[in-house]
Each structure stands twice: as C-alpha cells, then as structure tokens.
C-alpha cells in the first residue's frame, strides 16, 4: 500500500465532508424557514452522504493498516493517518499526508460546529412549538366537570339543580 492512494482516499473524504458541510448550511436555512418537507429530503441527502462517508473511512482504515503493517508495525485497532505520517520515510510523503490531513479536520470541525448550530435551531423550534401547545391546550387541573376553567375559589352557595329532598 502507498501513502498515494492513502492520500487519494483522504481527497475523497474531504471532498464528501464539503460536500455535507454545504448541506449543513442548507440545513440551516431549511430549519430558520420551518420547512418540513425539503428537511425531510435534506435528511436523506445527509444519510446518503454518511453512509459514502463511511465506506471511505473503511477504504481508509484498511489502507492505512496495510501500509504500517507493510512497514512493520505491529497491528492495532487504532491505526491512524498520524501514524503514516511518522512511519513515511520522504519528506514529501509526509507532508502531502500532513496538509491533507489538516484540511480534512478543519472540515469536519466547521461541520461539527454547523451540525451544533443546526441542533440548537431545531431544540429552539421544538420549544417554540411545546410552548404554542401548552398555550392553546387547556391544563386538567383547571377544569372542573363542566369543561369551563376554574377561576378561584366560590364561596357563594352555587344553585343546584338536582334536588336531593324530592
């Protein structure tokens, strides 16, 4: 295994995590304006970005364990980009790996960052919501059995119309 085809793998990842950073932002803008159908689209576009996401980090996985192995690493579950840099022997190598690396994370740091914003955006809008229900949705404890609210206390005799006596 070559650290040019770790490199390429890299490329990909970054391109993909653009790619669902720009969805990210279109997100944002889907939640501000409460559409519920194109968010629901946005969803799928988001998983079917995770899910190309994935296999590439497998792709890269492999690759990178191959390539340390090959260098005579003893084999972990934790094989790392960091790792390929340290084991390449140019000078060239490693700083292809290292510049790769380092756009690949600030990516996946705005991402993360725009995924937080995108979170609160929807707790805001759940709240808004749970807060226009409450208000429209009366509260059991303030009825009384003839569905009108109870406004306080009545210490006039109220008049019935059952008459107990008959």
Same mark, same amino acid.
């Given at each position: 295994m070559s650290v040019?085809?770790?490199c390429s793998t890299l490329t990909?990842? +970054?391109r993909m995590h653009k790619?669902?950073? +720009?969805?990210?932002?279109?997100?944002?803008e889907i939640i501000k304006s409460g559409n519920i159908e194109a968010l629901d689209q946005m969803l799928k576009d +988001? =998983?079917?970005?995770v899910a190309a996401? @994935?296999?590439l980090e497998q792709q890269r996985q492999i690759q990178v364990t191959d390539y340390l192995e090959a260098k005579g690493f003893a084999s972990t579950d934790k094989m790392t980009v960091a790792d390929v840099i340290e084991a390449a022997e140019q000078q060239t190598e490693k700083d292809t790996l290292s510049s790769v690396r380092n756009r690949l994370m600030l990516i996946i740091e705005d991402l993360r960052k =725009?995924? @937080?914003?995108? =979170?609160?955006?929807v707790f805001q809008s759940l709240q808004f919501v749970n807060l226009t229900l409450d208000t429209l949705r009366p509260r059991p404890e303030q009825m009384n059995y003839s569905g009108? +609210?109870?406004?306080?206390?009545?210490?006039?005799?109220?008049k019935s119309y059952f008459d107990s006596q008959a």
């Amino acid at each position: 295994m070559s650290v040019e085809a770790i490199c390429s793998t890299l490329t990909k990842l +970054e391109r993909m995590h653009k790619s669902l950073l +720009e969805l990210a932002f279109k997100k944002t803008e889907i939640i501000k304006s409460g559409n519920i159908e194109a968010l629901d689209q946005m969803l799928k576009d +988001e =998983q079917a970005h995770v899910a190309a996401i @994935d296999k590439l980090e497998q792709q890269r996985q492999i690759q990178v364990t191959d390539y340390l192995e090959a260098k005579g690493f003893a084999s972990t579950d934790k094989m790392t980009v960091a790792d390929v840099i340290e084991a390449a022997e140019q000078q060239t190598e490693k700083d292809t790996l290292s510049s790769v690396r380092n756009r690949l994370m600030l990516i996946i740091e705005d991402l993360r960052k =725009q995924n @937080d914003l995108n =979170q609160k955006l929807v707790f805001q809008s759940l709240q808004f919501v749970n807060l226009t229900l409450d208000t429209l949705r009366p509260r059991p404890e303030q009825m009384n059995y003839s569905g009108s +609210e109870v406004r306080g206390t009545n210490t006039v005799a109220k008049k019935s119309y059952f008459d107990s006596q008959a």
